[in-house]
């Protein structure tokens, strides 16, 4: 639908004019009429129309005055002008203002569809035009950013080459000498997953926006690393010095406050670097980012990455802790397992001046230690991979992450107990298959095996899917199939063999389970093995 304007200081010319164009397509339409420039001009800003009809001969703002105003605020609006004067200035305005249509009075429904024909043409060329550029400059600037991430990543090593594709992409201010900055959100994954339902792409998106309307066309080198998790900005020293920096991201945090509650840290590399050594000064930046403390708030920048002397520097798992945690690990003691996390954890809440860099070391350690210790590398969820720690960048995703320690201890402990509950009925079941025929009770089995009979009836309904009665008189009614058809014993004989002291009981069980009797059933296998 195009949206057209109708401007003419005579009500009963606006109505006929807007009739016609309401009649002429079904997709345009009148949404719009004014009675001179100045009020056309007011109602434009609400509008939008594509196209405005309007005539020349007007009082306040006369066709002229009009149509030079919308040539330099409104270009792309198209227009058609309609007057009942031939005059060369009117002529004369129309072309300099590049009016689609000059239609003279009295305007026929041919002249007004052909102006308007020519109107949504020019509307639909310089449309396809201005999508061409904006793909063009899409592509253009995924160039730039792969090629900044390789260089970045030290992928591209030749001086040359770094110098011939930034020319070829046209990267403003190669040339120069850069400071780096690395840019990251605390709460990125939870951000990500509240506010755009997990897509992490469209956070990123919205935070490379922010940061080309901080930089407006001044902009310095701006691409996301190749995780896409976190903002590089190579500020050149020709145009952005320290203060301007800072003053930058002092506006790039209330910006990230104010949109999602989100604090920034930031990691500076020492200014100087050359294009071709961008990856010298990412990984410096990178360092710093580490550097930063991990319970601070607000807006944190770190310059280079700290040296510390003190115990969390050192490590907070000692040696001995380590081992007791792997001992613990290996014996599946959610107890003492847990006991160990909750004195890391504690560690880590009460120094205040720990860094992010020190706290994702002691967490990798004790992922670390889980990998290492035997049986355990097969339950390794994805919270101990590395990537899962580089996220946690600040107190509540660390009680997050604790909590997923203690989840997993709690069904390592409860996996280890029903290891044990099944091999104990393994063994139990094994007992029962060879000595079927032997007259034995639940409680006598319970006795042998030191268990409490009422919890291993449950223990054996829940494994073998069968009470002990139940278990105990398919194998014997098993053993008794097996007898019946590959031997000629007596039937009072192989009750006796298979526990059963009562021919006639034998019996009963027997058909109950199998549908038939013991001689039908003798029968009916000697009927099978007979040749026809």
């Known amino acids: 639908m195009y949206k057209v304007m109708v401007v003419d200081d005579e009500p009963w010319g606006r109505k006929a004019i807007s009739k016609m164009i309401n009649e002429l397509a079904p997709r345009l339409e009148v949404i719009a009429e004014a009675r001179h420039g100045e009020e056309a001009l007011a109602l434009i800003g609400i509008s939008r129309p594509h196209i405005v009809v309007t005539d020349m001969n007007m009082p306040v703002m006369n066709g002229q005055e009009f149509l030079a105003r919308l040539h330099r605020e409104y270009n792309e609006i198209k227009v058609i002008v309609i007057s009942g004067y031939s005059e060369f200035e009117y002529l004369k305005a129309a072309l300099t203002y590049r009016a689609c249509e000059y239609v003279l009075k009295p305007v026929s429904a041919a002249d007004l ?142 910006a990230m406050k104010r949109m999602y509650a989100a604090d920034v840290l930031v990691g500076l590399s020492k200014a100087g670097a050359k294009l071709e050594q961008l990856p010298a000064a990412f990984e410096s930046a990178h360092g710093a980012l580490l550097a930063n403390g991990f319970h601070a708030a607000g807006l944190c920048i770190s310059e280079r990455e700290a040296i510390r002397t003190d115990a969390a520097a050192a490590g907070l798992l000692n040696t001995f802790e380590a081992k007791a945690f792997k001992q613990a690990l290996a014996s599946r003691s959610g107890k003492d397992m847990k006991r160990f996390v909750e004195s890391l954890a504690n560690k880590i809440r009460q120094l205040p001046a720990i860094t992010i860099r020190e706290v994702q070391r002691e967490l990798s350690h004790l992922a670390e230690l889980l ?92 494994v073998t899917g069968e009470n002990f009665i139940e278990y105990m008189s398919r194998k014997r009614i098993e053993k008794a199939c097996e007898l019946l058809s590959g031997s000629d014993r007596k039937i009072v004989e192989i009750a006796e063999l298979t526990g059963y002291e009562n021919q006639r009981y034998f019996s009963q069980v027997f058909k109950k389970m199998k549908g038939q009797t013991p001689s039908e059933y003798r029968e009916a296998s000697l009927d099978k093995e007979s040749p026809v």
């Open 113 to 254: 569809l052909e102006a308007m024909t020519k109107a949504i043409e020019a509307i639909q060329n310089e449309s396809s035009l201005l999508e061409q550029k904006k793909h063009a400059e899409d592509v253009q600037s995924l160039k730039r950013e792969a090629f900044l991430q390789h260089i970045a990543s030290g992928r591209i090593h030749n001086v040359a080459d770094i110098y011939e594709q930034a020319e070829r992409l046209g990267i403003p201010c190669a040339q120069d000498r850069f400071c780096v900055a690395l840019v990251s959100l605390r709460q990125y994954r939870p951000i990500a997953d509240i506010k755009f339902h997990g897509n992490a792409d469209l956070l990123m998106f919205s935070v490379e926006n922010v940061w080309h309307e901080l930089l407006n066309a001044d902009s310095p080198l701006v691409f996301k690393t190749d995780n896409r998790e976190r903002i590089v900005l190579a500020f050149p020293e020709s145009v952005y010095d320290h203060a301007h920096i800072k003053s930058l991201l002092d506006r790039f945090q209330e």
């Open 371 to 462: 990998s290492m210790s035997s049986g355990a590398a097969w339950a390794r969820p994805a919270m101990f991979e590395p990537k899962a720690i580089a996220h946690i960048l600040d107190c509540k995703e660390l009680e997050s992450w604790f909590a997923g320690m203690a989840l997993f201890i709690d069904n390592l402990s409860l996996s280890q107990e029903k290891s044990e509950t099944d091999q104990t009925i393994r063994d139990i079941a094994a007992f029962l298959d060879e000595h079927y025929f032997e007259d034995l009770s639940l409680v006598d089995v319970a006795t042998r095996f030191h268990i409490d009979p009422s919890y291993l009836s449950k223990l054996f309904k829940s």
